[in-house]
Every structure is written in C-alpha cells, then in structure tokens.
C-alpha cells in the first residue's frame, strides 16, 4: 500500500482508525504530482484531488497483483 501525503512526515491530516490498519508510516519518496510523468497505479488528478479534500490518498494493490498469491 503506498500511503500519498501532501507533504513529508505530516500524517496529522491522515485518520487515526486508518493508521492504525495501515501501521507506523515511514517516508518512502518525494516527487512530483504535477509533473508529466504517470503514476503506474493511480489516476494523478484523483490522487490530487483527495489529497486536496482528505488530505491523503491511499494506493492499494490492485487484486492480480502478485502478492495475493502468496
């Protein structure tokens, strides 16, 4: 689970019930949600949009993703 944020170290906008479930967040990686490059996994206007209203945007696996079988 990638867990987006607006900026780093501040999870004060992210829920505590999802924090709980999603555990201690560690920063991962910086960049840029206004540039050109595509996210892999998630429409960028989304991910801005909730990050603009919740104040987080959570990525989950999708259900093929390899993990599940294991």
């Known amino acids: 689970m990638y867990l987006y944020i ?6 004060d906008g992210v829920p505590e ?6 555990g201690k ?4 990686m910086l ?10 996994n998630a429409d960028k206007t989304e991910v801005l949009q909730n990050i603009k209203e919740k ?7 999708k259900k093929d993703d390899w993990l599940f079988s294991l």
């Open 17 to 22: 019930a999802l924090l709980k479930i999603f």
């Open 31 to 40: 960049f840029n949600l206004a540039g050109e490059k595509p996210l892999e």
């Open 25 to 28: 967040p560690i920063f991962v």
């Open 6 to 11: 607006e900026k780093r170290n501040q999870f």
């Open 55 to 61: 104040g987080f945007y959570l990525q989950t696996p």
